[in-house]
């Protein structure tokens, strides 16, 4: 089992920065990707970013440009470097795990980007 707890989001106004994290705890050595989605309200959830066990990173069209998806294997965490936040990059975000136990998800933090 993995848990994944998230932090870091918040009100921003908008040409802000956030930066998220997603602490990974249980069996992480069995993860092979983890990946952060974000979910707007009336919206489906969509794929932001995503960072392999191996390095290699993918990013969604919302996570292009402005994101930056990075980790600390040390601390088991993941972080969404979010820069130029705009009013429609508000929603929860969500952070993945994914490898041979399952797939898993955490409770989400919520980013409103707002004047």
């Known amino acids: 089992q993995v848990q994944l707890v998230e932090s870091g989001g918040g009100l921003v106004q908008p040409g802000g920065s956030l930066r998220l994290s997603c602490a990974a705890s249980?069996?992480?050595?069995?993860?092979?990707?983890m990946r952060w989605y974000r979910q707007a309200p009336g919206k489906q959830r969509e794929l932001v970013a995503a960072?392999?066990?191996?390095?290699?990173?993918n990013y969604g069209d919302s996570g292009k440009d402005r994101f930056t998806i990075s980790r600390d294997n040390a601390k088991n965490t993941v972080y969404l470097q979010m820069n130029s936040l705009k009013p429609e990059d508000t929603a929860v975000y969500y952070c993945?795990?994914?490898?041979?136990?399952?797939?898993?998800w955490g409770q989400g933090t919520l980013v409103t980007v707002s004047s």
């Open positions: 993945n795990a994914e490898g041979v136990t399952g797939r898993y």
């Open positions: 249980g069996t992480v050595f069995s993860i092979s990707i």
């Open positions: 960072i392999r066990s191996g390095g290699r990173l």
